[in-house]
Structures are given as C-alpha cells and as structure tokens.
C-alpha cells in the first residue's frame, strides 16, 4: 500500500440541545498525492482503538477523561491522537481494513497485477514477446489480411 500521511491541524467544538458538548476533530489524509479531509469525535478513535487490539497492538490512545475543556487540554488531546495514528501507520506494514474504513480510505486486496485480471497463474516474461514494432506488424498484417482475404485459412 502505499504511503499514507495524516494530521490533525485543528479542532471544534459543538453544542447539542439532546447531549453535552463534545469536540471535533478534523483529520487530513493524504494518498497518492489525493487529500480528503473527515471529521472524528473522541469516541471513535475509541472505538477504534477497542477494535485494533483484536488485530494489532496499537499504541495507547490519550486518555478518555478530560478534567476540563481549556483550548491548551484539547490541544494536547489533538496532538495525542495526531500522533497516535501516526504511530499506528508508522508500526504496521500492513494497515487493518478497521483503520482504513475510519480514515475513510477505500483499499483493495493486496494481490498481485496478473491476478487481478482473473488469471492467478499468468506471469508474463517480457523477453518471450517480439519488439513493439515487430508485435505492430503482425497486428498489421493480420488486420489487411482480414479485409482484404478473409476466406485465407491461417496455417
């Protein structure tokens, strides 16, 4: 897979007339020189973090409680979880399909070009084919035999 990177550069909070307030997180994930930016609240890299221990060992997620919601506390907390997934992607060679989902990264099995073409035992040996120019000869000629003798038989 190749490289991800992720920050977390800010953070809000919101205010629900049906809950307490909560913090959110924004996080930026770059791919393949693509960037897309989600939003996470603490509980799911909770939730997250309660699912990687079934498959990794995942580093510890900053602490669950908060004494108060001064901007230096949840500025620390942002850092943590910065670092957190950091550590997760820096760790594992491979990423479980859990901590893909969260960074909403679509992924694919990790299997070999020839085949995902639907032939697993086709493994092509580029010196056992002519030249580009030779291959577009052929190509050539069967295409004018075609129009101009389609009732010629090939040997």
Request: glycine share 4%; with cysteine.
């Amino acid at each position: 897979m190749p490289p991800i990177r992720v920050s977390i550069p800010s953070f809000r909070s919101e205010i629900s007339s049906l809950e307490k307030g909560y913090t959110v997180f924004k996080i930026d994930v770059l791919m393949n020189g693509r960037q897309h930016a989600i939003e996470k609240r603490y509980s799911e890299f909770h939730a997250l973090h309660k699912m990687l221990k079934k498959s990794i060992k995942p580093p510890e997620v900053p602490s669950k409680h908060v004494r108060n919601w001064v901007p230096k506390v949840l500025e620390q907390r942002r850092h943590g979880l910065e670092l957190y997934l950091q550590t997760i992607i820096m760790e594992n060679e491979v990423l479980p399909k859990i901590f893909l989902d969260f960074l909403n990264i679509r992924h694919f099995p990790s299997v070999p070009k020839t085949e995902s073409c639907g032939s697993p035992n086709l493994h092509l040996n580029p010196s056992l084919f002519p030249s580009l120019d030779t291959f577009a000869n052929v190509v050539s000629e069967g295409v004018i035999h075609g129009v101009f003798y389609p009732d010629l038989q090939p040997r």
